[in-house]
Each structure stands twice: as C-alpha cells, then as structure tokens.
C-alpha cells in the first residue's frame, strides 16, 4: 500500500489488475498475463499483462511496484513494443503501452520526455493499492510541460540610432524590458552600417531576437493582437527604450543587412541563450540567425548529410517548401537528393536556392551573386 511501507509483490498486484482491467479503462480485454516473448536479437522478455482494447489494438501493460523498479519500465516497455512489432508484425498503429505505477517520482520526467517521441501511443497510470494488493484507484498521469527546444522567432524587430551613444545607452534598457514584457530568452546584437549608401542616415542599432513561444502575461489580451511574439513586440514598443526609429526584422533581415555593408555583433544574451554560451559561441548565434532552419520561404542556403536520417529529412522538407509551385524543379531536386543518398550515403550536400516566385529577392541575389545568374538551384556533393 503506498505511503504504508507494506511491500505488496508485483505478482499480486498484476493478478489483481488483470482481473479487472476496467479499473484503467473501459473496453480492456485480457488476452494473457506474463505473455512470453522471445527475441532472436538478443534479450526476449515478459509482458506483465498483455490485453486488448475496444479497437483492437494490442495494449501492452506494465506494472512497476516501487519508485526503484519504476526506472526499469521505458527500457522493457520500448524492447517489448520493438519486439512485437518486428518480429509479430504488429503495427505501431496498432500498439500501445500502459504504464502503472504507485510511484512515478523518478519515472515522471523520464516519461515525459519519451512522449515526445513514442514508439507507439504510451499512457501512465498512478495507482493505489490495499494490503492485500487490490487496486483501490487509478489516475491517469499527466506528463510533465518539458521546455521546448529553443528555436528562434520568426519576428524580429531592429531599434536605430542616429548616435552610437544613444545607442549604448538603450541597449540596457532594452534588454531589462525584454525580461520585463517575458521574452527571457533573447539575443540583442549590436549594428554598425560601414557602407557606401548615403541614404543611411541610422547606422546604428540594436538587432532584437527572441525566442519562439515566450512566455507573456495576458492580462491585456484585450489591447493587444496576433500570436505570442506580436503581443510581446506591441508591449516591448510601449515600454521606455530609447530609439530614434524602429522597423521590423526576420527571416532574411540579417543576412540582407550583412551583404548590404552592417557590421554585426552579439551584444547581450538572457535565458536559455546565456546558458549554452559554452558551447554555444556568439560567432555560433550568429551564423544560426543567418542560416536557421526554415528562415526564409524563397531563400535557402544550408548543408546536410544522409548519414543523419532526422536532419536529413528536415532539410529536404524545408527545400521541398522553398521550391513550392515549382513542380520541374521540386521533381528534379528530389531525383537528385535520392540518387545522392543512395550513391554516398556519407555524402555532405551543399544547396543554395533562390525561389524566383519572390522576384525581388531574386534580383537582389542575381545582382550580389552573379554566379547564380540564369540558375534557380546550386547543389554541391562531397566529404
């Protein structure tokens, strides 16, 4: 019995559950309690109990006693599925997982991050016990709220300066206001014009990133407008940051200010961004906000390999949306990537693409990138 020191055998509690199933939900069917597997890879196994839904699907239980043996559960569970699915046929479609447990303080998080990517559909149940190993209750688990990987938003915004000293004096308060409106994960980056254009007349200014999704307080929902970023940018403008003039960023704002004769720097980071800065350099940031993933709807110029089959995937979906409404070239793109692939699984793919659905950005890119004249897509393949 939980919190009563009464050590109640899993045995006893599996019998007791496998009797009546419908204490973790309706229309469970036992099929077989200790459902043996075998394994010709390697370590075969023992599913606690073996059932199967309303819908047909297999459910694979797993009852783990104690808080200890609960960090044993992921590792069994996942081999089971593995094992059901490759060796049985059976369809992750059609296979899920239960786990219950009268403890889950040390399997929670663990849990939680492997619902991010699942072998098939996985629920938790915490559940108590009597003395004599009957459930009394269950309750779904609710995983914990894990922070996303931190990605860059979309929505920029850029302060400028007439004076390097306005400049200066803003970027402190700037960065308090950030922190103060929720963005805590954000980058400000120092801008100095070193060009030729005379019609520059703000050469200075404070390059603004935040993360995506930010936390933001919504009492004022009703004053402010559009998703999370837009409702944080309409608060930031509101607060008392000095600024001779302000214009909107993203996607290829950066990278365009960079070959239009800005000289960039990091200035400040907070949150998340200040955490990995030992590992993760300013020279890094900055290369990653000229460069990130899916920055630019017509432009893209990146690298990657087959031999990482998550990025590998990721970079052929963005440069299949870059060349949407291409349908010549979106074929060709993917012969070529697949002839690649499959020649030189190591092999290191370099692609620099104009959309010419977006003409200004074409010309601009024609006019900085002669070489690219009369091209709407450069692949480059080596080690």
């Known amino acids: 019995m939980e919190g009563s020191g009464v050590q109640i055998p899993e045995t006893i509690i599996r019998d007791r559950l496998a009797a009546d199933l ?75 997982v239960i786990i219950v447990s009268t ?54 915004m850029i302060y400028l300066y007439e004076s390097p000293t306005v400049r200066e004096y803003a970027l402190p308060r700037a960065y308090d206001a950030m922190n103060a409106v929720g963005a805590s994960d954000h980058v400000l980056i120092r801008c ?23 936390v933001i307080d919504d009492d004022d929902d009703d004053h402010f407008w559009g998703t999370a970023e837009d409702r944080l940018w309409q608060k930031f403008t509101k607060l008392e940051v000095p600024r001779d003039t302000a214009e909107s960023g993203g996607r290829d704002c950066l990278a365009q200010m960079l070959q239009s004769g800005w000289r960039v720097e990091v200035a400040a980071r907070s949150g998340r961004f200040e955490k990995s800065k030992g590992i993760l350099t300013d020279d890094d940031l900055l290369d990653s906000l000229v460069n990130f993933d899916d920055a630019s709807q017509f432009w893209m110029c990146a690298q990657a390999t087959p031999r990482f089959d998550e990025q590998w995937t990721e970079f052929r979906r963005h440069l299949d949306a870059i060349l949407a409404g291409n349908a010549l070239w979106r074929g060709v793109a993917a012969r070529l990537l697949d002839e690649i692939a499959a020649r030189d699984p190591e092999a290191k793919i370099s692609v620099n693409v104009y959309n010419l659905a977006d003409t200004a950005q074409m010309l601009d890119g024609l006019v ?12 480059g393949s080596g080690h």
């Open 103 to 156: 403890d889950w303080h040390e399997l929670r998080k663990p849990f939680s991050e492997y619902l991010e990517r699942p072998v098939c559909h996985t629920t938790g149940y915490k559940i108590r016990v009597d003395p004599t190993g009957k459930i009394t209750h269950s309750e779904r688990l609710k995983p914990l709220a894990l922070a996303a990987p931190i990605e860059f938003s979309p929505t920029q």
């Open 22 to 96: 419908s204490m973790l939900e309706p229309g469970l069917t036992l099929v077989a309690t200790e459902f043996q597997l075998s394994n010709p890879d390697g370590a075969g196994g023992r599913i606690d109990v073996l059932a199967r839904d309303e819908f047909k699907n297999f459910v694979i239980i797993e009852i783990k006693r104690s808080d200890a043996a609960a960090r044993q559960a992921l590792h069994e569970v996942i081999k089971y599925a593995s094992i059901l699915m490759r060796d049985q046929g059976i369809k992750p479609t059609h296979l899920r």
């Open 192 to 214: 100095n014009y070193q060009g030729s254009n005379p019609q520059i007349i703000f050469p200075y200014g404070i390059y603004m990133v935040i993360a995506t999704q930010p």
């Open 368 to 379: 900085r990138n002669p070489m690219h004249s009369g091209h709407l897509i450069r692949f």
